[in-house]
């Protein structure tokens, strides 16, 4: 039976993994192939490296890091972050990489979705959504939910319908879909569940839940509520409030089947 | 450990993970892009993602297809990894494309399938012992990204099933032909074991036929590591 996964994520910039608020208050956390290997050995079951600077000129420095962190753990790679073309696709895939995950560029041209699956098939091709809820006033509570797609980190609105973006991105070619809900990243408010059900009844690809886990439960909620087949978090895993291994023995506790790694206990 | 493995390089992709993987388990790696580096090799790992008929045209544009069909109708080592083990069988259904056919049957689409493309742990259950496995539980979990699988003719190469939504073959054996659906180089500690199995399988000369249980017991260090950048294209 397929595991659930989860993926602990690492923004890096510069080289180096960093935490804060998304774009603020950047701290040093470590080296991404050290803290990566570290990850790999408590357990995780495939890592997210989010390059937040996603500059140009430090393109050299990222796939530095995604080779040295590939010739150490052994687990499935994910690296988004500023990809615009299918050619800088390859770079990355050629540097390590397993998956590429598609953003700004992919709302801005949906076409690079199909160009990239095309060239390196569709599992190679993670499409990430970051979404917003459009009506979040209280006297609205009974009128259906509906959340438009933000880019550039959160900066610009789009006014595109999310769950129908998510499956003309899936239409087009992605392998997988990697949902972030704005409202609840970093908030610490759980996963936002409901988004998480409107996508993953819409798409029979699998759908990565992102932003706003806190503990444990919001792991479970997130795949016995929202459908999510993988769950992503960073800064509970960062800060070492809750360990890789006790979130999956919670959700393991709850029924959900997950990989349970003997050395991780250890 | 001296066994030299040549990864076999059809344009898809990471190649960076299976050098990396293969090296840490003692392998001396070449990455062949043609046919002379087969010629110095012990054995060869057909790595892989992506689809049957660009990685059949890539192999031969660089005049790989006669060595390898020569390699397998040879019974030398072989490992494919998940399209490495689709490209063994006749032709796959993906594309239409027509493959290696060093095993007969046809890569066909996983039907009845909750989520396509299958991708995450599954758990890889053995029809038989094979030294392939060698230490490794029977049911262990590997990492799987892929839509399609092989469907052999013949039940007797297939060495394992793995379930989503329907059971599939996720290995095969056919004398030193072997191949498996999963990413053994993404697959963590017992990924990493299958590698060694198969390196050490190839450094002892073995033969499938007299002794077809035990294996060489795997031995995972750091032999050689870093030197030789990976010639790929």
Redesign the interface.
């Known amino acids: ?5 989860v993926i602990p994520c690492l923004d890096v910039a510069g080289g180096r993994v960093v935490k804060g608020t998304r774009f603020v208050d950047l701290t040093d956390a470590g080296d991404p192939p050290e803290l990566a290997e570290r990850y ?1 050995r408590e357990g995780a ?2 890592l997210v490296f989010l390059d937040i600077a996603a500059a140009a000129e430090e393109r050299a420095t990222l796939l530095d890091i995604v ?1 040295r962190t ?3 753990a ?4 994910t690296v988004g972050g500023g990809v615009r073309t299918d050619h800088e696709m ?1 770079d990355v ?6 998956k590429v995950s598609l953003n700004t560029a992919a709302v801005a041209d949906p076409s690079l979705i199909a160009r990239c699956a095309r060239r ?5 091709v993670v499409v990430a959504i970051d979404a917003r809820r459009r009506n979040p006033e209280p006297d609205e509570r009974d009128a259906a939910p509906a959340w438009e797609v933000v880019v550039r980190g959160g900066r610009d609105i789009t006014g595109q319908e999310a769950v129908a973006w998510a499956e003309r991105a899936v239409e087009l070619g992605a ?2 879909l990697l949902v972030t809900s704005m409202d609840r990243d970093g908030t610490g408010d759980g996963f936002d569940i409901e988004l998480l059900r409107a996508i993953s009844r819409r798409v ?3 759908v990565i839940a992102s932003g706003g886990a806190a503990g444990p439960d919001d792991f479970v909620a997130a795949v016995r509520d929202g459908g999510a ?2 769950v992503l978090a960073a800064s509970i895993f960062h800060r070492r409030i809750h360990p890789i291994a006790e979130v999956k023995a919670a959700m393991a506790a709850a029924g959900l089947s997950v ?1 349970l ?1 003997p ?1 991780a206990a250890a | 450990m001296s066994a030299r493995i040549a990864i076999v390089d059809h344009g898809a992709g990471n190649l960076v993970s299976i050098e990396g993987a293969l090296r840490r388990v003692g392998a001396d790696v070449v990455v062949a892009t043609d046919a002379a580096a087969l010629a110095g090799a012990d054995g060869v790992v057909m790595p892989g993602v992506g689809t049957a008929g660009p990685a059949m045209e890539r192999l031969g544009r660089h005049g790989l297809v006669q060595p390898l069909r020569a390699w397998l109708a040879a019974d030398r080592p072989y490992l494919g990894i998940c399209l490495g083990l689709q490209l063994l069988f006749d032709a796959s259904d993906e594309d239409g494309a027509a493959t290696l056919g060093a095993i007969s049957g046809r890569t066909v689409g996983l039907e009845g399938a909750p989520t396509v493309p299958h991708i995450g742990w599954n758990q890889v259950e053995l029809a038989r012992p094979h030294p392939l496995f060698s230490g490794i539980a029977d049911g262990v979990d590997q990492y799987f990204v892929h839509s399609f699988a092989g469907a052999p003719t013949d039940p007797s190469v297939v060495l394992a099933h793995t379930t989503h939504g329907r059971r599939f073959v996720s290995a095969v054996a056919r004398g030193r032909v072997l191949g498996v659906q999963s990413h053994p180089e993404m697959s963590g500690a017992d990924g990493l074991r299958l590698l060694a199995n198969f390196v050490a399988l190839v450094d002892s000369g073995w033969t499938p036929d007299r002794s077809p249980v035990t294996g060489p017991s795997p031995v995972v260090g750091r032999h050689r590591a870093a030197s030789r950048a990976g010639s790929v294209s």
């Open positions: 039976m397929l595991r659930t996964r790999a079951d495939e080779e590939a010739r150490r052994f687990i499935p790679l390859r895939l050629r540097a390590g990489a397993d390196f098939g569709r599992q190679a392998g997988e029979a690809v699998p087949d993988a990989r790694v050395e």
